[in-house]
Every structure is written in C-alpha cells, then in structure tokens.
C-alpha cells in the first residue's frame, strides 16, 4: 500500500524540479539577453551605416569574427568567400544545431531618413551603385552575434554544440552576373566549403525579420513556408527591317510578346493548382532605338515563382520548348537561360512542433502560425534540404503603426524597429535550448 503513495511522490518531485530547472532557465536567459540588448542595438546601427553587396562582406565579416573570437568561439573565416563559421561547444553533451543569420545588403538607395542610416556606394559587376540593407539583415547578424554571447557566457548550462553561420550573398553575389550558372554564391557556397559538416550539423534554424508585422512577435508554419525562386533571361533574334515594311525582316517584338502570353499559360493551364500556386513575371524588356525600326533582338528578364517542388519543376521543364517554338513560329529563334536561385523554403514538420514550446518562450502570448506560405524566397532552402530546418519570421513594424502601411522589406524605406531585436536573440538561444532538451 506504500508503494502508490510513494510513485506519486518521485513523480510530484520530479515535476516540481523540471519546473523549477525550467524557471532557473527562463530567468537567466531573460538576464542574459537584457544585459546583451544595448550592444546589439549598437551592432545593428554600426552595420546598417556600413552595408555591403554580396561576397563583399569583408568588413561585417571582421566584426563578426572578431566578436565571436572575443566570446571565446571558434571561428573560420572564408567560408563560402566572405561567410564566417563560429563554433561553440557546450558544457554537456548533446546535440549539434546551427544558427544561421545572412549578412549581405541590397544595391537600394536608402530614404528611411534614420540617423544611422547608410550614405554607402558599393560595386556591383563593375558599377557604382547605392547600397543599403534593406531587407534587414543587419538585424540578423546582429541578433546572431547577440546569441553567440549570451550562449557563450552559459556555455557550461548547454548540451551540445552551436554553429553559428554567417552567411554573404543571401541575395545573390555583386561580383558575378546573375545568370552565370557556373556561380556559386550564398548557402550554396557555405555548404560547398562544409559549413554543415564539421561539426556534423542535425538541425538547423533562421531568424528573418519582417515589415508589416508587430515588434516582438513571431510567426511560423509547417512545410512549405517561401517560395522558390528562379530566374530567367530570353534573347529574341529577328532580322532588323525597315518598321514600314516588316514583311522584309524577321520581328522579335512580336515573337517576345507571344512568348510573354504564352509563359502564362505554363501556370493557368498547365500547371496542378491543387497541389499549390506559381507565378511567372517578366521584369524587363529591352530591344529597339527607333520607333521605325524593327530591331535584330529583343532581350527579356524574369523570375519564376512557386510553393510547389512539382510546380517549380512542371514549369521548369516546358518552359524551354515553349519559348523555342513560339520563337520558330514567327521565323525569329530564342535563346533561354534559366538560373535555378533557391528551391522552396520547407520546414521540417516535427522539427517545426517540437520548437513551437521555444518560440513560446521568446515571445510569450505573441506567437502565431502563418495560414498560408509566403510569397518571397530564400536560400535557407538549400541548409533546410540538407538536414531539418525551422525558418521563421519576427515582426519589425512597432505595434501602434499601420501595419498595411508599413513598407515592405526591399523599399528603400524599409525600417526595422530596434525593440524586436532582443525578441530574436531569445528565439535564437532557446532554438538551441530546447531542441537539446526536446
């Protein structure tokens, strides 16, 4: 008879010192994180004053790898041309999990008006252009290096080990044209330079900040959770004629223009909508000098967007014939390059709810689950393909603004407000947390 009392009673200890270790947890990593806050406002002020285009991040590198060095991480520099890799091993055993965080700016000429705000120009494939972090990945790095210190002082409190992946060229590589297929930039080339493999890395995690969302709250969803994205380049040839006699030559701006309907087609009726939606953009047309010139060529850019691997590849395949064919129908020929940027962004789905506890405990009461995938893309895709990956977003738009009139992430008056920043260095340490304790 004194056994069921006495189960009972281990059972009723052991909660009350799981509650108790979990209390302990949350008080430090609040302290931890309050104490680290100001420094990392200053690391994200000091970065947006000094963007960088892709593979040119060699002073936000520096001060990665420098900060790192000075919490007693290991680093590699180089990693991927200008990405950084810090690693940290914790004070138990455990797991090995990644943190990643991109470091590179946008060719935007910023009109946020911000004190801090960036007064750069960069080169971009040999051009001056405006540089600005407008998508708000100094914020990311920020937050990062705001983790890797926080974790760092508690190293002896972690199970496992943290990689931290810093990465250039999230969106796309300014010393390299984009439809270079030989290329290899952003995860791509950390991955190719092992920043996955040493340590072996099982679970990976991202942070990304968005416009038009509340400060401090965070969003998530289970498999597919961005778009792919790939993007493509027509050249039209015709045979350049007087524009009064145009039976005497050969036209690519009518061929183009059948081919911009007909691209169309390859989404509305060629593609199962029931398994997702796609969208194919042309974003520039340039051919002609005169308007009584039929010219020689026409040459047409463009993005292909979808939330489905079967979609993205549909599209991906017909896309060729289509534009040879409507080419050929109208005696002109076209040249078509596809570059593939980043397949669609899938978190893992038992990775994805075994962390919703984690979130939980970065934002209390401010955590929501996105409906529907989001339209816009990243190369987390290529980390999360590799081993389970969670990508998730925090809100940067203080809460009493409109958040319909917030502007969006790429606009040159793209703000993310510093009050979310320590929202994402919690979300970070207890990704590493929790997923040692799941």
């Known amino acids: 008879m004194r056994k069921k009392p006495a189960c009972l009673s281990f059972t009723l200890l052991g909660l ?46 520096a001060l990665v790898a420098e900060q790192l060095r000075a919490s007693g991480i290991e680093v590699r520099t180089g990693v991927g041309k200008t990405g950084v890799v810090g690693v940290l091993k914790g004070g138990k055993p455990g797991p090995v999990v990644a943190l990643r965080a991109d470091m590179d700016a946008l060719p935007v000429k910023e009109m946020t008006g911000l004190q801090f705000a960036s007064k750069v120009q960069g080169l971009r494939l040999g051009k001056t252009v405006p540089v600005m972090h407008a998508c708000g990945h100094d914020t990311h790095t920020a937050m990062l290096l705001g983790a890797a210190k926080v974790l ?26 984009d439809f270079d297929t030989s290329s290899v930039a952003g995860a791509r080339a950390m991955i190719r330079d092992g920043a996955l493999d040493s340590p072996k890395v099982e679970a990976v995690f991202g942070v990304h900040v968005m416009a038009g969302y509340p400060t401090g709250h965070l969003y998530y969803k289970a498999g597919p959770v961005l778009n792919s994205d790939d993007e493509f380049r027509i050249t039209v040839s015709g045979r350049q004629t007087h524009g009064s006699a145009p039976w005497t030559g050969s036209d690519p701006i009518v061929a183009s223009a059948q081919i911009v309907n007909g691209l169309q087609t390859l989404v509305s009726r060629r593609s199962d909508l029931t398994k997702g939606m796609g969208v194919i953009s042309v974003g520039s047309i340039n051919g002609g000098t005169a308007s009584n010139i039929i010219p020689e060529s026409v040459v047409m850019t463009g993005t292909i967007r979808s939330n489905h691997p079967d979609i993205r590849a549909g599209i991906l395949e017909q896309m060729p014939a289509m534009v040879g064919n409507i080419a050929s129908s ?28 984690a979130l ?35 809100g940067a738009t203080p809460e009493g603004e409109d958040m319909s009139k917030a502007a969006n992430n790429h606009s040159p008056y793209f703000t993310a407000d510093d009050a979310t ?18």
Do not use: C
């Open 16 to 61: 009350l010192i799981a509650s108790a270790s979990q209390a302990a947890e949350s008080d430090w990593v609040e302290a931890a994180v309050t104490a680290v806050n100001p420094q990392v406002i200053e690391w994200r002020h000091d970065i947006h004053q000094h963007p960088e285009l892709g593979n040119m991040e060699v002073r936000t590198a």
């Open 152 to 177: 760092a002082e508690h190293r002896e409190q972690i199970a496992g080990t943290v990689v931290f992946l810093f990465q250039p060229a999230e969106e796309g590589a300014a010393d390299a044209d």
């Open 330 to 357: 109208y005696a002109t020929t076209a040249k078509l390059q596809l570059v593939p940027y980043a397949p669609v962004t899938v978190n893992d789905p038992a990775l994805t709810q075994a962390m919703v506890t």
């Open 360 to 394: 939980e405990k970065a934002a209390p009461g401010k955590v929501e689950r996105l409906p529907a995938s989001l339209s816009p893309s990243e190369d987390f895709a290529f980390y999360a393909q590799k081993v389970p990956g969670l990508f998730v977003f925090l």
């Open 421 to 438: 920043l320590a929202t994402g260095v919690k979300a970070h340490v207890q990704f590493v947390l929790n997923y040692a304790s799941r």
